[in-house]
């Protein structure tokens, strides 16, 4: 889903009051939401491991697939953004989906990953970069049913 208007109208808003509701019921995986009015909350590179440490919270069946990553390639958050998502969301959320006891903790567990704000980070260069780095994720990833401004099917 994607929420759209002009500036001051409460898409913000809108965007806590579901990350809150999905919170309570156990939906929301992840969220981020970018402020150019908050020091280091307009900076894209905090993004996939913002996202990646709450990801291992809230679904820790990846936990290992992630730590996994991280212990064979100690630099990885330091790579572009395109390796980052690749190895640290898509390759362990795969993972779990094809192991048979991960893969039940998965499928039950919270889905939801909100991004708002992403107009306050950086330049629309940096904007367009970080979608372009999340559908081309997407899209090569089957297993995945996630669209960027799009809900799942």
């Known amino acids: 889903m994607r929420l759209y208007g002009p500036a001051g109208t409460g898409k913000s808003a809108i965007a806590q009051s579901i990350a809150e509701l999905c919170h309570k019921s156990n939906l929301l995986a992840a969220s981020l939401f970018f402020s150019h009015a908050a020091a280091g909350r307009s900076d894209e590179s905090r993004l996939i491991p913002t996202l990646v440490y709450q990801l291992c919270l809230s679904m820790p ?6 730590e996994d990553t991280i212990e064979r390639d100690p630099l990885v958050l330091l790579r572009s953004s395109e390796v980052q998502i690749r190895s640290l969301v898509v390759d362990p959320l795969s993972r779990a989906l094809l192991d048979e006891k991960d893969a039940l903790s998965f499928h039950s567990g919270p889905k939801l990953i909100i991004i708002d704000g992403l107009d306050e980070c950086g330049r629309a ?5 970080v979608l372009s780095v999340f559908t081309t994720a997407v899209q090569e990833d089957p297993s995945t049913d996630i669209v960027p401004g799009r809900q799942p099917s």
């Open 61 to 66: 069946a990846i936990r290992k697939y992630v």
């Open 125 to 129: 260069k940096v904007q367009c970069y």
